[in-house]
């Protein structure tokens, strides 16, 4: 499940800075081309490995967790919804149609939001402080200023790139400093694949434990 997990979350980055990579290749040439053609597949799969992290992800409150699935279920319903109503008839792909619309980001919108949990989530996990000054302005970037597509994205993958660098500097100090490379959610995954039984001598154990460190 941690496997599944985090393939969703490279699936989703990986798909991000393949349709942001338009943004920065020369015009008409081959790549980007081949990029701006296949924009809806890039959609498509980026939103499918949000969703399967999204589903295994664990949340201690369970209704901030079913809002997550919530928002991006219905920016999943929203973009098919705007596509195959309004994109697909105008004769553009979803992301040329939103760009080009900016009012259909609230069709589309949930799923980013979703999304801004989650990253939120995660920064929370890894302590990432900066990375709460990083969502407000990947919100912005977003949702104030759709039609600045070229500078905005470079912005904005710039942004993004800093938080992978930071939170992979993090992991590498978590692994020297601690025997256990337990990062993010393993060890919850983990434990919910015990065995009842194993999970009762677990829990007992680490209640005697504390009730050592007490004394």
Avoid at 43 to 50: D, I
Avoid at 68 to 95: E, R
């Amino acid at each position: 499940m941690v496997i599944l997990y985090r393939s969703g979350l490279v699936t989703t980055a990986a798909s991000f800075v393949v349709a942001a990579s338009a943004s920065f290749l020369p015009e008409n040439s081959l790549l980007s081309n081949v990029v701006n053609e296949n924009l809806n597949s890039l959609y498509a799969l980026g939103a499918g490995g949000l969703g399967l992290s999204l589903f295994l992800i664990h949340i201690y409150v369970t209704e901030i967790k079913r809002t997550l699935q919530a928002l991006w279920a219905l920016g999943v319903d929203g973009s098919l919804a705007t596509y195959t109503s309004l994109a697909q008839p105008a004769g553009q792909n979803l992301i040329q149609y939103v760009v080009a619309n900016p009012m259909a980001v609230w069709f589309v919108g949930p799923l980013f939001a979703a999304l801004t949990g989650f990253v939120f989530k995660e920064g929370i996990v890894l302590k990432l402080t900066s990375i709460f000054e990083r969502l407000i302005f990947a919100e912005d970037c977003l949702l104030n200023s759709p039609l600045k597509t070229v500078d905005y994205v470079k912005k904005l993958v710039s942004a993004l790139q800093k938080i992978f660098r930071r939170g992979r500097r993090l992991r590498e100090q978590n692994r020297v400093s601690r025997k256990d490379d337990d990062i993010g959610d393993k060890s919850v995954f983990i434990f919910n694949a015990l065995p009842d039984a194993e999970k009762k001598a677990l829990i007992e154990k680490l209640q005697q434990e504390k009730l050592k460190n007490l004394d």
